[in-house]
């Protein structure tokens, strides 16, 4: 470590992105604590889960699996809000290689050939920076050795925030949002599809309609979290 380095932890101690308490000499991102209680999903272990019925009837998931469960005020909130918000885009890439190496372990995903990330919109993009998705998806394929690509798809409409619309609301305003720009990289492939959220799985069904209207053979699904309220 680098003097400058060292005076730079010694008066800013880093701290767990999840919890805040200060990180040990053997910790990163986050603290062992956390990723104990941390509420993981396991559904990449798990041929029949809540996640593979969701989009019953309107996409065919080969696989899908999210790292976590979502609720408000959570530590999971707070590392979603870390990646996305706070320019910790290291988040992203610590909970890539997590789920990514589980996957792998899973044999479920083998036969993925494309990762594909959820994007963000140019005037999102230009506020914030960068697509928060990115550096998880870029994580998950450099596990499967993989490439990663976020020019495939594009959105072509700014949408508002969906926090408080509704499953309908959320559908009308995603629907026709996404286009694709490189047709011929996703034909008769694989693709696995990833975002940050799933909450009312409209923005993944839009996306994936454009990917398969395009011609891809199969898709997977992966996410770093998904709301527990999809669920009641």
Request: aromatic share 10%.
């Amino acid at each position: 470590m680098s003097l400058m380095n060292y005076l730079i932890d010694l008066f800013f101690p880093p701290q767990c992105q999840a919890c805040a308490s200060i990180l040990k000499d053997n910790e990163f991102q986050i603290c062992v604590a956390c990723r104990h209680q941390l509420p993981v999903t396991n559904y990449h272990f798990q041929e029949d889960h809540p996640l593979q019925h969701l989009f019953f009837g309107r996409i065919y998931f080969v696989s899908s699996t999210s790292l976590f469960y979502f609720q408000k005020h959570s530590r999971v909130q707070k590392l979603l809000h870390n990646l996305k918000y706070k320019q910790q885009k290291s988040v992203g890439t610590t909970l890539g290689l997590w789920l990514g190496r589980e996957m792998k372990a899973s044999k479920r995903f083998d036969k993925i050939d494309l990762v594909v990330p959820v994007p963000t919109h140019k005037k999102r993009l230009k506020k914030r920076g960068y697509n928060q998705v990115l550096p998880f998806a870029s994580a998950i394929a450099k596990v499967f050795g993989v490439l990663c690509d976020d020019t495939i798809l594009v959105k072509i409409k700014h949408t508002k925030t969906q926090v408080f619309q509704t499953k309908e609301e959320r559908w009308k305003s995603v629907v026709n949002s996404f286009q694709l720009v490189k047709k011929d990289k996703i034909i008769g492939k694989h693709i696995l599809l990833v975002d940050d959220l799933i909450t009312t799985g409209a923005t993944i069904e839009a996306c994936s309609k454009v990917l398969l209207d395009a011609g891809s053979k199969h898709l997977s699904l992966a996410t770093i979290a998904i709301a527990s309220s999809v669920f009641r």
